[in-house]
């Protein structure tokens, strides 16, 4: 017996490509989310050791006046104070980071959401600058053009670039997405 296969065989590389996309969404939105717990982790580690030095503090200033000299009091108010501006430094760093991811993740999302079809992402990142670089693959270059004219008037957004088109078997493109400060 010959068995002959008469249905064409279908590609599913472009048409897994926007899963791809949502799958870069949401695994920089949980590499931000333990990036943040670290950072809540080791600011609670600096406090509770704050704690522990404030509590020295206060022994050595009761036992002061009686057995313990003065220049072991000053030695732990001096730890007291750099543990205090090390606390205060990682707030300032958390906060900060914080704010940066939360609006790149918030970014994200806009931009994946407004690729038309024939536009595949394939890879979504923030750049240290606060930029988004965006790389991707599309049928067609009036398909890279047009998507880049939608994310400028999405009004989320102060420049975008495309940085390269690549013709292989697809086009392969790279562009930079500047956004807007809130």
Do not use: C
């Not at 406090?47 to 206060?58: E, F, M, N, T, Y």
């Not at 999302?109 to 606060?130: F, N, R």
């Amino acid at each position: 017996m010959i068995d002959i296969d008469l249905l064409p065989q279908i590609q599913t590389s472009k048409t897994t490509l926007p899963f791809k996309a949502e799958w870069l969404f949401w695994g920089f939105a949980l590499i931000a989310a333990v990036s943040l717990g670290f950072l809540y982790l080791d600011m609670r580690n600096i406090a509770a050791k704050l704690d522990g030095i404030s509590a020295q503090v206060a022994e050595a200033e009761m036992r002061s006046k009686v057995l313990i000299p003065p220049r072991e009091v000053r030695d732990l108010q001096d730890a007291l104070q750099a543990a205090e501006k090390q606390l205060a430094g990682l707030e300032r760093a958390g906060a900060e980071i914080s704010s940066s991811q939360r609006h790149s993740v918030t970014l994200m999302q806009p931009v994946s959401g407004l690729a038309p079809a024939g536009i595949y992402l394939t890879l979504l990142t923030s750049q240290e600058d606060g930029t988004i670089l965006v790389q991707g693959e599309a049928d067609n270059e009036s398909a890279i053009i047009g998507y880049a004219g939608r994310l400028q008037l999405s009004g989320l957004f102060t420049e975008v670039r495309i940085q390269s088109i690549e013709i292989k078997d697809f086009m392969m493109f790279t562009m930079t997405i500047a956004p807007k400060t809130f």
